[in-house]
T-cell receptor
């Protein structure tokens, strides 16, 4: 089955700096890669996702890049703000019946002001 | 729309007791999931369902059971609670298209369960 590894486990940045979180996946047939943000005590919420037919997707200050050959994808947050402080989870899934979305272990991002 | 609603929000159980976590969604999603979240361990899939009457095991199904008699409801049953089941449980739902490609997962607020 799919296995997703996420690095780093914790990341501290200064407000205004960029943050990058990387994930690798094992199943070369995986074709959907979402990123979820979980604020303290809250539910995870989708912030951006990418399908395997594109290499990059942007939404304001966040972007996701996908390298299918190397089987890794990354979340990029630019101009970080204190409200970006949260736990970020990557995930991967292969389309089709019976397949399961598998999450990485999460990255705690702290933005220092 | 209320989205995904799960109850209870908090529960303390004694070892060996049983309980059911309730989950209901009003978005007419075909897929539903139960995850548990332990500190530093991310979200582990317990069970999932691709439609009413169909359920399947996830990564950590032992000690749990589920049923999906309707599109809306997906209860999680804990039998003979053990301290290892102390965790935060999240129910989620999503819509999968005809190609069975799932989209965004919508999570409930979580249920914090402590087994003593």
């Amino acid at each position: 089955g799919e296995n997703v590894e996420q690095h780093p486990s914790t990341l501290s940045v200064q407000e205004g700096d960029s943050a990058v979180i990387k994930c690798t996946y094992s199943d070369s047939a995986s074709n959907y890669f979402p990123w979820y943000k979980q604020e303290l005590g809250k539910r995870p919420q989708l912030i951006i996702d990418i399908r395997s037919n594109v290499g990059e997707k942007k939404d304001q200050r966040i972007a996701v890049t996908l390298n299918k050959t190397a089987k890794h994808f990354s979340l990029h947050i630019t101009e970080t703000q204190p409200e970006d402080s949260a736990v970020y989870f990557c995930a991967a899934i292969r389309g089709g019946a019976g397949n399961k979305l598998v999450f990485g272990a999460g990255t705690i991002l702290r933005v220092k002001s | 729309n209320a989205g995904v609603t799960q109850t209870p929000k908090f529960r303390i159980l004694k070892i060996g007791q049983s309980m059911t976590l309730q989950c209901t969604q009003d978005m007419n999603h075909n897929y539903m999931y139960w995850y548990r979240q332990d500190p530093g361990m991310g979200l582990k899939l317990i069970y999932y369902s691709v439609g009413a009457g169909i359920t399947d095991k996830g990564e950590v199904p032992n000690g749990y059971n589920v049923s999906r008699s309707t599109t809306e409801d997906f209860p999680l049953r804990l039998e003979l609670a053990a301290p290892s089941q102390t965790s935060v449980y999240f129910c989620a739902s999503s819509y999968a298209d005809r190609g069975l490609n799932t989209g965004e997962l919508f999570f409930g607020e979580g249920s914090r369960l402590t087994v003593l």
